[in-house]
């Protein structure tokens, strides 16, 4: 009988943490674009997948790429979005039964010198993903590996958010965010398209954030290099063709930290090699592209939506 009390406190106990749990997590997590990411590519088959980081996001635009291509494509890449995360997300794709023929992988050379320490987004991209295998690789690789906390109480790091609650709630309430829909993305410099294209506005203010100048003491982390074998060898065994793309920087940007870039593409490009993956690195290709800080919204890199749209579609027509 005591046994059994003592069970039933504990269901009890589970139940409420639970429930405040989710409370919780509906009232301080805001909406982020890469549910919608997601659960594109788990519900729709695209020929081309983009993958990457938030510069493949802003300079990838699939309705330039189809026009040119005649194949259907969708961006997927997004800020903070390691390469591990993109490979879970292809890997979700396939195990969803939406396959693609094609990964575009966005490889920003500066992400490969960060080790790849969990940090919010990864925890709200993980929670997005559908039950499944996958998300269970995907958990003890990166979640239990990490801090098996985040997966559980990715409300606790949104503190901050507690002003917005109730603008929270009541988008989370819409019928844009029940159907994923795009449009609560749309703000004064910037809109999602259905595409998965984050369109940086050409009258967008430019952002005024000094980059990091990386130097020769910047080394390609060998974890990270081993992530892009990995995808490597997963697209070979599911038949997919994967392209790894160095979207252009600003030519001041690339300037100030040109040895750990000319390291780095010598570095990459090698791999690739190895690898038998196609690699271009348009800060090194002659692409009479325009790479003045005027065709980004800042010196990091992101496209203004003009030059993303002549980038995207010099691109197509190389592929």
């Avoid at 990964?103 to 500066?110: G, R």
Wanted: net charge negative; hydrophobic share 40%; aromatic share 12%.
């Amino acid at each position: 009988m005591r046994i059994f009390k003592a069970a039933a406190w504990i269901a009890v106990i589970a139940a409420v943490v639970i429930v405040v749990n989710c409370v919780l997590d509906h009232i301080l997590v805001p909406n982020q674009y890469a549910r919608v990411k997601v659960h594109e590519i788990e519900t729709e088959t695209y020929q081309d997948l983009i993958l990457g980081t938030s510069h493949g996001a802003s300079a990838f635009d699939p309705s330039v790429m189809t026009e040119i291509t005649g194949r259907t494509t969708y961006n997927a890449a997004m800020g903070g979005e390691y390469l591990r995360d993109s490979l879970y997300m292809l890997k979700d794709a396939v195990a969803s039964g939406h396959a693609p023929e094609r990964v575009i992988y966005e490889c920003d050379p500066t992400y490969f010198c960060i080790d790849n320490d969990m940090s919010e987004n990864e925890s709200y991209l993980f929670s997005v993903v559908r039950p499944s295998l996958v998300k269970a690789e995907y958990y003890f690789d990166v979640m239990w590996a990490e801090d098996f906390r985040w997966s559980f109480f990715r409300w606790s790091y949104y503190l901050d958010y507690a002003d917005r609650i109730g603008e929270t709630v009541a988008e989370k309430a819409s019928d844009d965010y029940k159907n994923y829909g795009v449009s609560c993305f749309a703000g004064e410099t910037q809109a999602l398209h259905e595409d998965g294209f984050n369109a940086i506005f050409d009258d967008s203010p430019a952002g005024t954030t000094i980059p990091k100048t990386y130097t020769a003491e910047d080394e390609l982390l060998d974890e990270n290099l081993d992530e892009l074998r990995e995808l490597a060898g997963y697209c070979a065994a599911q038949g997919i063709e994967l392209i790894v793309v160095t979207t252009p920087i600003p030519a001041e940007t690339a300037a100030g930290s040109e040895t750990f870039f000319n390291y780095a593409n010598d570095e990459i490009s090698a791999l690739c090699a190895e690898l038998g993956v196609s690699y271009l690195n348009y800060n090194f290709i002659e692409s009479g592209l325009d790479r003045s800080i005027e065709a980004y919204s800042d010196l990091e890199g992101h496209m203004r939506e003009s030059a993303a749209a002549a980038f995207s579609a010099l691109f197509a027509s190389e592929l």
